[in-house]
């Protein structure tokens, strides 16, 4: 599959393609619609203060470097031209894009008589970006000036990592708080369920862990836990994240939802239960407490304590 094909690909799922350059991208999120229509949240609003129906979901690369088996976003089948062919746009044109571009995608919600027309008013100005939406954000090499962007706006920003690019890590601006995803608690597993494109992937995730505590931001680890591939070994996980001093655990199943349906089955997305039992095995290694829980999104999260849970 070429570049414009994935591009295309994306389009019909409802993406909008932001910038010239075509490699940012923006799609309204589950939460963000279900706050609208039925005043129904997402957990990073029960758990860090966040206001769903103002939430921003994007990302600046719509490429990454694993091809994660549990992931539900749509990946592309050749990585052949990213990213040193890139060509990137400024963070300036990807911020005003993406917020022209989410308030396209919810201008249909006027129409809607269950759409909360207040919050719909506050959703057309953002506060909050999730840098999260699909590829790897960190390999848009202007990411730091792209939060910087964003916080000239006021905006906060969550950034999700796969963490195989520390160097750059190093020296961004930091955003409001900042994920690690860890789906795997050795390398023999990572390269099974991450199956990363990038020779020494396990090393670099882990040099990121080691980075974790240099770093002067809120911190969060990140672990998708999927039944039958990563759902053991939690002493394992606990050893890792200590390494990084992380001000929070949150451990969320993985849900038979997109394009992973194609690679999972529905046995492999555990129950809230299991996903709590395996979160407090976790964080009683690490000596962590519980902060907080979402059945309906199959959430759980431990605090080191350092930090107070709201933004």
Known sequence: MDKQSYIDKLKKMHYRIVGKHQHSAVSVCHWTKEDLVRDRCCYKSSFYGIDSSRCLQMTPCIYCQQKCVFCWRYQPASAEWLPKKMKWDDPEEIVEGSVDAQRKLLTGYGGNEKCDKKKLAEAQHPNQAAISLAGEPTLYPKIGGLIEEFHKRKYTTFLVTNGLLPE?????????????????????????????????????????????????????????????WNDFAPEEYAKLIAKSNADFVEVKAYMFIGASRQRMSIDNMPRHHEVKAFAEKVGEELGYSLAGEQEASRVVLFSSGEKSGMI
Not at 180 to 209: G, Q, Y
């Open 168 to 228: 750059r890590l190093a020296e961004i601006t930091l955003p409001t708080q900042l994920y690690l995803s860890l789906d795997a608690p050795n390398e023999e597993v990572h390269k099974k369920i991450n199956v990363p494109m990038v020779p020494d992937s396990w090393e670099r995730i882990n040099k990121t862990l080691e980075l974790f505590p240099s770093l002067d931001t809120r911190k969060v680890i990140r672990i998708t836990l999927v039944k039958g």
